[in-house]
């Protein structure tokens, strides 16, 4: 989680709500604090879950960092600080989470810090990677494949993690509609699925296989997939 606030008494009150919830919750947070905009802009890293963003700082404001972390590919959580709603049009423009507002009180960042977890246990996959964990977009979940003992996932944007797991309990983990257990080595995300025919070649050109004793019934459901997404929108 970083903090970005430039006034140091909520900045100190922020790691303090956060050191207090994670005792209580048992939840182990790694704290970056930056003082303004531009130091974290500088120091920036794809590694936080969570940005606690100030809106009024000295330049650049809140809502300009926002806007800067998104065009350098940020796809985490933001949460804007402030004490007043003037900039509510604009988090919409961010993906902001919601705001925080100050002055902050233990109740509202409980209510707050529970509703932005809960968005990320429920929109991203979880993963061990080292001695971190990440958090994957679910949406961005191309394909899982089982390779020996282990899986390895394949992300949009051609990386790739390894999984000590079976591919049955991972295919428990993954519920939404999109996931396809088309094959005893392979998990797809039919939305990536750009054609089909005794395999499935997937939009950046791979193939994940299909079990071809059910080839006729997973090429249906595929199908009658793609058909309600179609009738969706």
Do not use: W
């Not at 049009?89 to 529970?114: I, Q, W």
């Not at 591919?167 to 999109?178: R, S």
């Amino acid at each position: 989680i970083a903090i970005v606030e430039d006034e140091r008494t909520f900045s100190e009150q922020l790691q303090e709500f956060l050191k207090e919830y994670q005792e209580e919750k048992n939840i182990k947070f790694k704290i970056s604090v930056f003082k303004d905009g531009a130091e974290i802009l500088e120091e920036y890293k794809q590694i936080y879950d969570i940005i606690l963003l100030d809106i009024l700082m000295d330049p650049p404001l809140g809502i300009d960092v926002a806007r800067r972390l998104r065009e350098i590919g940020y796809k985490g959580t933001i949460v804007f600080c402030t004490a007043a709603l003037d900039f509510a049009p604009d988090s919409f423009e961010v993906g902001a989470s919601g705001y925080l507002l100050k002055p902050y009180t233990p109740e509202t960042f409980e209510r707050t810090m529970h509703r932005v977890l809960s968005d990320i246990v429920e929109n991203t996959y979880a993963i061990k990677n080292r001695s971190q964990v990440l958090h994957i977009p679910r949406e961005e979940i191309m394909y899982v494949e089982s390779h020996n003992s282990q899986c390895i996932l394949h992300q949009a944007g051609q990386k790739t993690y390894t999984l000590y797991k079976k591919l049955g309990e991972i295919e428990q983990e993954l519920t939404a509609p999109c996931f396809l257990r088309c094959h005893q080595s392979f998990i797809v995300n039919m939305n990536y699925v750009k054609a089909v025919d005794k395999d499935f070649i997937l939009t950046n050109d791979d193939v994940v296989l299909i079990r071809k004793k059910n080839l006729k019934e997973l090429r249906q459901i595929y199908f009658d997939y793609r058909k309600q997404i179609h009738n969706r929108y």
